[in-house]
């Protein structure tokens, strides 16, 4: 039987109105505390996975959704079985993919959530440039070595500070969530710069005394992906409906959140309860620099880094050797 053949009946099976068999029933998705993981919040509230389910023949489907603190933890639940869709930044997506591929446990990811700028933020009056760190600092991310905060910092001191000099911040990076990392910066602890996401850098800058020392989308050169989704390619193989399910429901939401921001945002206060009101999520839902997409951007630029510094071991020759057939026509990077 030729390749799309084969291809074409997967599809046909996908969408099929009637019972589909041998596929799990109960699904666990994890994300992380940030605006970044608004869709799967929508996901989760409206049912829209559930529904995408049945839709495509596996009625019933159980979907529990968790919050875990950085791509460690999340990689972690992944690899135990505990999850079956993980969401982070896009460095635990290449290394994972780095590790697994052409093995049983090969991972690739399913789409990206969106493209949005990256903060750094200090409270440190004699800050004004990544070299004005000094030992007396310490720069919270959600995690140490692998979270996009972390590879993206060791990117901007190679630029700044000079090739042998990527890792010269990496001593003074702790690994706080996002919400445990404002908290730090704030109250005047040790911690006077907080490497983070939306909305929690803007709402930082409320605060007198802040001020954003970098911007990610400065260091990648163009605007990028913040938050991707990756799952197992047996998982994938092995319930196609229920995976397809996913990817709709995922479009489901990132188009409900282009056609009425406002909504959107409404739902995000009302969901993470960080401290943010629905203004300020509505302004940073309807900034320029902020899209809700699945078409992944930068990915490549990240990869190419991680793959040169040692941090994988090996480079894919495209970004779409990171995911799933599914987005391999957009237009990504």
């Known amino acids: 039987m030729r390749r799309r053949d084969v291809l074409a009946g997967a599809a046909a099976l996908a969408m099929s109105p009637g019972p589909v068999r041998a596929e799990v029933g109960a699904v666990a998705i994890a994300r992380q505390p ?33 919050t875990l603190a950085g791509g460690a933890a999340m990689n972690d639940a992944l690899l135990s079985g505990q999850i079956q869709f993980a969401a982070g930044g896009v460095p635990p997506l290449v290394l994972l993919w780095s590790k697994t591929e052409g093995t049983a446990m090969a991972v690739k990811g399913v789409a990206a959530m ?19 760190f000094t030992d007396r600092d310490r720069i919270a991310l ?78 990648l050169g163009e605007p990028s992906t913040f938050n991707v989704v990756w799952a197992f390619a047996a998982f994938a193989t092995a319930n196609p409906a229920i995976f ?57 630029t990240v990869a190419d880094f991680m793959a040169r510094t040692g941090t994988i071991r090996r480079r894919p020759e495209s970004w779409k050797d990171l995911f799933f057939p599914g987005v391999h026509v957009r237009d990504g990077s």
């Open 34 to 66: 940030s605006l970044g993981h608004l869709p799967l919040m929508l996901m989760e509230e409206q049912g829209l996975l559930q529904k995408a389910a049945a839709a495509r023949g596996v009625a019933g489907l159980q979907a529990r959704y968790l």
């Open 142 to 219: 959600p995690a140490v070595k692998v979270s996009v905060q972390a590879m993206v910092l060791q990117m901007a001191a190679e630029t700044e500070l000079g090739a042998g000099h990527r890792n010269d911040l990496d001593r003074l990076t702790v690994t706080l969530s996002h919400p445990d990392g404002m908290a730090a910066l704030l109250g005047g602890s040790e911690v006077t710069g907080h490497f983070t996401a939306a909305p929690i850098q803007e709402l930082e800058l409320r605060r007198p005394g802040i001020r954003t020392v970098l911007n990610s989308f400065d260091v």
């Open 244 to 300: 397809a399910a996913f990817t709709a429901a995922l479009d489901e939401a990132l188009s409900a959140i282009a056609a009425d921001p406002a909504e959107a945002a409404r739902t995000y206060v009302r969901l993470a309860r960080d401290g943010s009101d629905s203004g300020l999520i509505t302004e940073i839902l309807n900034d320029p620099q902020v899209s809700f997409t699945a078409t992944p951007r930068a990915v490549g």
């Open 114 to 132: 969106n493209s949005m700028p990256l903060l750094l933020n200090t409270s440190n009056p004699k800050v004004r440039r990544l070299a004005d």
